[in-house]
């Protein structure tokens, strides 16, 4: 069975600081997609990144950064000098193609970065 | 770019009473879903739809009805509401399922008292 564990459940720090918000899955698939959305406190949810299986090159955007390691299950996010406006609930989520590719959802990280 | 639009945003329901949450998308997207999130318990699918005329049922679909007679409309029927279905209601929209990026729409809060 498919399964997203996102282990930290809230996470604070202090602003500037570097955060990692841990995530890991389960699949008896080799075909698979690894998403992280983004729930500011506003409610919306908000892409962040898409990965698929056969790409295990990390990823960077800006202050964000995508560690992805397919020996351990794990598709890790982290935030360098974090910011206030990084305060949200982040999610990772899984999909595969044998389930259908419907989004299996962690439940997800509240990450509070304090002045 | 009106992307996913929800409506209402919030809600009050009396147990027993029924109503419909509006869902549209403008991006031609073939894939629709409504999610509720509910404190500390991340997302669960309630329904889904593959396209116009094509819905399936998620992990919790008991109490919802849905239907999609058109790609740009996925409105989400609740009869008989119960307590139990006090939750915010996402709807969301991708061009293929899984795995492509899923647009969201703002969420309608939904309390049944």
């Known amino acids: 069975a498919q399964k997203v564990t996102q282990a930290q459940t809230e996470i604070s720090v202090v602003e500037k600081e570097d955060v990692t918000l841990d995530c890991v899955y389960e699949t008896r698939d080799t075909t698979y997609y690894l998403f992280w959305y983004k729930q500011p406190p506003s409610g919306e949810l908000v892409f962040l990144i898409r990965?698929?299986?056969?790409d295990e090159q990390n990823e960077i955007s800006g202050r964000y950064s995508w560690n992805f390691q397919k020996s351990t299950s794990s598709f890790n996010f982290t935030i360098t000098a974090s910011q206030v406006v990084d305060s949200a609930v982040y999610f990772c989520a899984l999909a595969d193609a044998g389930n259908n590719r419907k989004l299996i959802w962690g439940l997800g990280t509240s990450l509070a970065v304090n002045p | 770019n009106a992307g996913v639009t929800q409506t209402p945003k919030f809600r009050i329901l009396k147990i027993g009473q029924s109503m419909t949450l509006q869902c549209a998308q403008d991006?031609?997207?073939?894939?629709m879903y409504w999610y509720r999130q509910d404190p500390g318990m991340g997302l669960k699918l309630i329904y889904y739809?593959?396209?116009?005329?094509?819905?399936d049922k998620g992990e919790v679909p008991n109490g919802y009805n849905v239907s999609r007679s058109t790609t740009e409309d996925f409105p989400l029927r609740l009869e008989l509401a119960a307590p139990s279905q006090t939750s915010v209601y996402f709807c969301?929209?991708?061009?293929?399922?899984?795995?492509?990026?899923?647009?969201f729409g703002q969420g309608t809060r939904l309390t049944v008292v």
């Open positions: 969301a929209s991708s061009w293929d399922t899984g795995n492509t990026e899923a647009f």
């Open positions: 739809s593959v396209g116009a005329g094509i819905t």
């Open positions: 991006m031609n997207h073939n894939y």
């Open positions: 990965r698929n299986s056969f």
